[in-house]
């Protein structure tokens, strides 16, 4: 995750954040340095950045800006609506009282284990 100023362009940290991806593991051999397929929103639909993603590999999956709705990726996109109903939890994320980008951030990572911590005490 990064963080960002809200009048930021989500597209602008879309580069700088499969930089900071770490490394994938999953199957024996190397690990993967960069996910397979990219999913994204309208807001991503520039032809530079498919160009960009192609360009390392990964198959970008973005839906288009002007298409009736209905791109399929409804599917898979509810997981990260559901993250963030999960975030939206903590009063204080889903409504920023801290100035400081550190303490947002630092709460956001602790918000993130606690989320974590609870699926992993379900599933066992």
């Given at each position: 995750m990064t963080l960002t100023g809200g009048n930021r362009h989500d597209v602008t940290q879309l580069l700088p954040l499969?930089?900071?991806?770490p490394s994938i593991r999953g199957r024996r051999g190397r690990p993967r340095?960069?996910?397979?397929?990219?999913?994204?929103?309208r807001g991503y639909d520039f032809d530079k950045y498919?160009?960009?993603l192609r360009k390392r590999g990964i198959k970008p999956l973005i839906a288009r800006r002007g298409v009736a709705h209905g791109s399929?990726?409804?599917?898979?996109?509810?997981?990260?609506?559901?993250?963030f109903a999960?975030?939206?939890?903590?009063?204080?994320?889903?409504?920023?009282?801290?100035?400081?980008?550190?303490l947002?951030?630092?709460?956001?990572?602790?918000?993130?284990?606690?989320?974590?911590?609870?699926?992993?005490?379900?599933?066992?």
């Open positions: 499969l930089d900071a991806v340095r960069k996910p397979r397929r990219l999913y994204a929103d498919r160009r960009l399929g990726l409804g599917k898979v996109r509810w997981v990260v609506e559901r993250a999960w975030l939206h939890q903590f009063k204080r994320l889903r409504i920023r009282y801290e100035r400081r980008a550190d947002h951030q630092g709460l956001l990572e602790l918000a993130c284990s606690l989320i974590c911590l609870r699926r992993l005490r379900t599933s066992f």
